[in-house]
Each structure stands twice: as structure tokens, then as C-alpha cells.
């Protein structure tokens, strides 16, 4: 890691867990071999000007304390910038800190920024919106643009997974239109994901997608009834091979995506575009921190 001296964490400090382990995180920092300025942002709105801030200074290393949702939000602001990006994990799914390996803990995620290596990767692309991991259409989406403000944070999971389930039961399959260069297919699916990784919800979903592969993957959950979505989402949790016979993959570098009818897209998480869009692939475009060691793969 010679080539790291100076660094910046960030952590959003309203993620799940972001307040109550920037402290340790703080004590963390203490055991990097190199120079840390860190920063507690309470407003998720100030979190691009902290970053702004920390990118003038020219560090070589950012640190982002956050789930999907904020990596995916400020990654835009790093690449075209000469500084590597590290993560820890502290939101609910993680998933692209599981994708690169990173330990769900904080302890192994420094040990990461301590010993790990650069890594350089692929992010996908919503039209000219970068993210890290992976976007979805269907249920996911509709939840998160639904859901009353605050409901989790004052009812916890039970709450949300309530309002989860007055989702589902106005929730209906939709027609996909996709076309990955090959000509138009058009299906009838009950869930889309758009994937840069094999992660979505801290699940791994997406068998094709790898975040050093040069391809943007679109996966479909084909199904005339939602009830085909509970099962895809069971056999998925279990890792049951049930959860291949039902979907259709296609890959490549630029994929045009289309609904009917038009339909919101969660970005890591986060309600961020509509239907129609082009999804495409940003070749190492960026490079993280991650174990020296490859991820090993969940057993199937």
C-alpha cells in the first residue's frame, strides 16, 4: 500500500448503522499505515460536498462508510480522479462490499484498508448515471418510491416489511422489452436486475455478472403470476439451483431496456430513473481496496 499516504473517510452518518460505528471507526483509522481526515455527515444532502471537499485536497485514498445507496451515489464523483476508493460496510445489504470480499464487519474491513490491494473494476451505467452493484425493476423499486417517509426508522423492519406486503398485493407482472444488440425480445417477468455484481439485497442472485468482466447484465425473472417472484426470492435465499429456471440472462456493453408499462428503477437501493434507459458498462473505470485474495464463491 506504498502508494497511499494521505486519505479521506466519509461515512453517512444516517445509514443503519453509520452513527454508531463512526467512533470505533475512528479509533480504527489509527492502525492504517497512512494519514486519515475523517468526517461525519449527518445530512445525506451534504454528502457530495464533503466528497467535493475531500477530491480538492487530492488525497489517494477515499474511504466511503455507507450501504449501496451511498457508494452508488457518490462513486460519480471519483472516477476521472486519480484516487482509489476503499468501502466499509455499514448499511443493510452491502452487497458490493460482498461482491469484493470486503468482511461485514468493521474490524476486517480495516484490516482490508490495511493490507488489501488495488483492485481495478467495472461500474455500471443507467444512461450516464454511474453505479456500483446493481438496479432492479419490479417490487423493490415500487416499495421504495412508495414507502411513507421515516417508516422504518420509527416501526424497524416490521413496518417496512408491513408495507412490503400492501405492496405486493396491488404488485403485477409487467412486459420487458430488452434488446442487447441481437434484436428485440419482449417477455413477461415479474422482477428485472440490472448487474454490474452477483449481489442484490446482500443475496447472491446474478451468476453471470462480475465486477471485472467488461459486461453489464441484464437478468429477467419470466413469470405470468407473481407468486413465480416469492419462489425465485425463496430459492434464491437458499441458494436452491430452482432459482435458474426461471430466468433469462442477456450481456454485453450497452443493453436498451424498455417496460410496459413504464416502470421506476432503484439504483443500489435508491428510486433514481424511469423506464426507458440504456444500461451499459464503464470498463475499469475505478479502483478499490480490496482482500489480495478473490471472494469465494457461496456455495450453490
Known sequence: MDRIKTAALIVNAKSRKGRKLFKRAC????????EVEAHAVDDPKHLDRTVRQALAKKP???ILGGGDGTVSGLVDLLVGH????GVLPLGTANSF???????????????VLRTGAPKRIDLGMIDKDYFANCAAMGLSPQIAETVPHNLKKVLGKVGYLAWATYQFASFEPFTLIVDDGSGEKRMRVVEVRISNGPYHGGTWLVDEAAVDSGKIVVQAVVNRYKRGLVKNWAASFFGRPERHHD???????SINVDTIPRLPISIDGEVLAHTPI????AAAVIEVIAPREEPVRPPL
Open 247 to 253: 430466468t433469462v440472462s442477456f450481456a454485453g456493453t
Open 27 to 34: 479509533e480504527r483509522v489509527a492502525t492504517l499505515p497512512y
Open 278 to 281: 440504456t444500461a451499459k458498462i
Open 97 to 111: 462490499c460482498r461482491t469484493l470480499g470486503i468482511p461485514m464487519d468493521i474490524d476486517g474491513a480495516f484490516e
Open 60 to 62: 489517494d485514498l477515499i
Open 82 to 85: 486519480d484516487v482509489m476508493l
